[in-house]
């Protein structure tokens, strides 16, 4: 296992079967700005490097569904925006 750092972390759950069973995992992420992502660009945007870890800390983020993956990515931007405010 690759020991990964990343600037921000979460604990939630992921299921690979529509609710019927969950795992706890690790959500980790980095958040590049607007201004870094594409600076001389005028559609620029910002970005989230996002990676879910199993409770051994194994890389999971291509093993759960996508519409999974798409819920943890809304849950990101939560937790960063959250944090920001804090």
């Keep these: 296992m690759i020991e990964?750092?990343?600037q921000?972390?979460?604990d939630d759950v992921v299921?690979?079967?529509?609710?019927n069973t969950v795992e706890n995992v690790k959500v980790g992420y980095d958040y590049y700005p607007e201004e870094i992502n594409y600076p001389d660009a005028p559609d620029y945007?910002?970005?989230?490097?996002v990676f879910v870890f199993d409770a051994k800390g194994k890389h999971?983020?291509?093993d759960i569904p996508n519409d999974e993956y798409k819920r943890l990515m809304d849950e990101t931007k939560r937790?960063?925006?959250s944090c920001e405010a804090s």
């Design 8 to 10: 921000y972390y979460f």
């Design 15 to 19: 299921s690979y079967d529509n609710g």
């Design 79 to 81: 937790h960063f925006y």
């Design 4 to 6: 990964i750092k990343l």
């Design 45 to 49: 945007a910002e970005m989230f490097d």
């Design 60 to 62: 999971i983020t291509y």
